[in-house]
């Protein structure tokens, strides 16, 4: 018997590429179809943005801590860099590293997208 997803999400392959959610594949043909139509262009799925580097403490080690979104592409209209995240239900993590975020990249927001 499968365990149903903790978000009920429902993972989707497009274009070889397996996303975490119908949502996330959706928004991902539709960055795509942008990009070939020149709005959009440097289209990168999942880049990762360092919150805390790693660092030592006494005796312990501590992992650097980072924020994974779901796309970031540069918007030609705009003028900047767009980090998109697709989100069905905002976690506690997910609030605490968008303020981490936020705070670490003031040139970069995130753009959520909701079902």
């Known amino acids: ?46 880049p990762s943005y360092e919150l805390i580097p790693k660092f030592k403490k006494g005796n312990k080690a501590y992992r650097k801590t980072c924020y994974k979104a779901d796309f970031s592409y540069f918007d030609l209209k ?18 605490l590293k968008n303020k981490l975020f936020e705070y670490s990249y003031p040139d970069l927001t995130i753009r959520e997208v909701k079902k």
Do not use: W
């Open 1 to 46: 018997m499968k365990n149903k997803p903790k978000y009920h999400n429902t993972k989707t392959c497009v274009d070889g590429i397996t996303f975490d959610s119908k949502l996330e594949a959706k928004r991902y043909k539709e960055l795509k179809t942008l990009e070939s139509q020149g709005i959009i262009k440097d289209l990168v799925l999942q």
């Open 78 to 95: 705009q003028g900047k860099t767009i980090v998109e995240d697709t989100k069905g239900f905002k976690t506690d993590v997910y609030m």
